[in-house]
């Protein structure tokens, strides 16, 4: 594609902000400059420097924005914070718009309410249909639409995995306990993400346990291929692929004729099918609802229908937010339900919940083993202070993408902390039949 092509794409992609969405004529007209962003920015508290200050990142749009979409822009050039796009910058841009981790924490304490991961998106949009969106990034969307899930698994791996995990589950309780799969008809279609079957199972276990305790193992179901909730579109900015991938398992849910689409504990898969699908109508009217399982795991502890054995999980337990749950969604109660009714030692981070610092590997980001001196050195340098500070031996979070990038976090710098998920710490402890799991390891 010759500059003249790109600089007339780049550019009429940013001109196409003048006739979108308020909040984004919003982001390009007003700010003021005053640093706030930056002083809450995980990125920029692990290396203060220019690039890493959002504002700076939004700067690359709105200078052009401002060229060509307003009247001060065009007369005054530069004066009037105005530059045209250079597509000599591209490659420039591919870096910075992948330092940021889309976590939405500018947006929280902007006296503007000017959210950079929009802008972040939208530069990630312009990559994209460049075909500039980076190698890593662009393989794990093109596998998740070619198999339906980001690992690439079929059908025969993801039933040899639940056909382990019932196995497990029966060594260590000494009965069986089911997870269905493909039943036409349940209630409930349970949708993790895939690392919750094949890398980290103890969540989908946890969840199969309060079924079977509740009497409704025939009341729920999985997909043997639709196991993956992660959808990437919404980080690269295609929203062609984002839906596209959703599309597969809403389709699911209705050939399954459920009830309840489960989500699993993934924030950003929760994030789309809940505040972006069903909240919009993608689809039209849909014949179930979408609820997350930290959401109805916490309700039935409420409930009073569990007992719990405090002491097979004796070490300090922490809990992570994801920002897609915390800041996006306002899935914050729940998962502490769980992990106060199940943990001994719960101890919080500060600050937490809607206020809680990023990972470091947000916006897709864990999945970029190439930067991952800038994931260990730079975006998770907040974080890992932050689990410093609790003592905590065990980190709780929900969703893989966190629980990558923690594991990874805590193995680079030497910390003898595990990483885990929040029906993990349900599953260890839970009581059948008046006794807790026999536990062994599994990862």
């Known amino acids: 594609m010759s500059d003249t092509n790109v600089k007339e794409k780049v550019v009429n992609a940013i001109k196409a902000i003048k006739n979108g969405p308020r909040a984004g004529r919003l982001y390009m007209e007003t700010c003021a400059k005053c640093g706030t962003c930056a002083s809450v920015c995980p990125i920029y508290h692990g290396k203060s420097e220019k690039r890493y200050n959002p504002a700076e990142r939004t700067d690359l749009i709105r200078r052009i924005y401002r060229k060509y979409c307003t009247i001060t822009g065009r007369l005054f050039g530069k004066w009037a914070g105005a530059e045209d796009f250079n597509p000599e910058d591209i490659e420039e841009w591919r870096s910075i718009f992948y330092e940021c981790t889309g976590c939405r924490r500018c947006a929280t304490y902007c006296p503007f309410g000017i959210d950079h991961s929009v802008m972040t998106r939208k530069g990630r949009a312009i990559l994209d249909m460049l075909g500039k969106t980076p190698d890593t990034m662009q393989k794990v969307v093109d596998i998740s639409l070619e198999t339906g899930n980001t690992d690439g698994a079929n059908d025969v791996a993801f039933k040899a995995a639940i056909e382990f995990l019932e196995e497990e589950m029966e060594e260590e309780h000494g009965i069986p306990i089911k997870i269905p799969v493909d039943v036409e008809g349940a209630d409930y279609f349970y949708v993790p993400p895939s690392g919750d079957v094949l890398v980290n199972p103890e969540a989908t276990m946890g969840l199969a346990k309060v079924f079977h ?43 399954l004729k459920c009830k309840t689409m489960l989500m699993g504990e993934c924030g950003h898969a929760y994030r789309i099918m809940k505040m972006m699908m069903e909240k919009t109508g993608w689809w039209g009217e849909l014949p179930f609802k979408v609820e997350n399982c930290m959401e109805w795991t916490a309700d039935r502890i409420k409930e009073g229908h569990f007992e719990f054995d405090k002491s097979k999980n004796p070490q300090p337990v922490t809990y ?124």
Request: hydrophobic share 30%.
């Open 213 to 255: 305790i509740l009497g409704m193992a025939d009341k729920w179901t999985m997909s043997s291929k639709c196991f993956d909730g992660a959808n990437y579109g919404l980080f690269t900015g295609n929203d062609g692929d984002m839906k596209k991938d959703n599309e597969l398992y809403v389709q699911e849910a209705k050939d």
């Open 320 to 443: 992570h937010d994801p920002c897609n749950f915390g800041r996006s969604c306002g899935i914050t109660e729940d998962p502490r339900v769980i992990l106060q009714a199940a943990c001994a030692d719960f101890r919080e981070m500060y600050p937490n919940r809607g206020e809680n610092w990023c990972c470091g590997g947000g916006g897709g980001l864990s999945a970029m083993d190439d930067i991952i001196e800038f994931r260990m050195e730079v975006s998770g340098v907040k974080k890992l202070e932050q689990v410093r500070d609790t003592g905590a031996k065990y980190i709780a979070t929900a969703c893989s993408n966190c629980k990558r990038q923690l594991t990874q976090l805590m193995e680079h710098h030497d910390e003898e902390i595990d990483v885990g998920g929040v029906h993990d710490m349900l599953s260890r402890s839970i009581l059948i039949n008046g006794k807790a799991a026999d536990r062994k390891e599994y990862v």
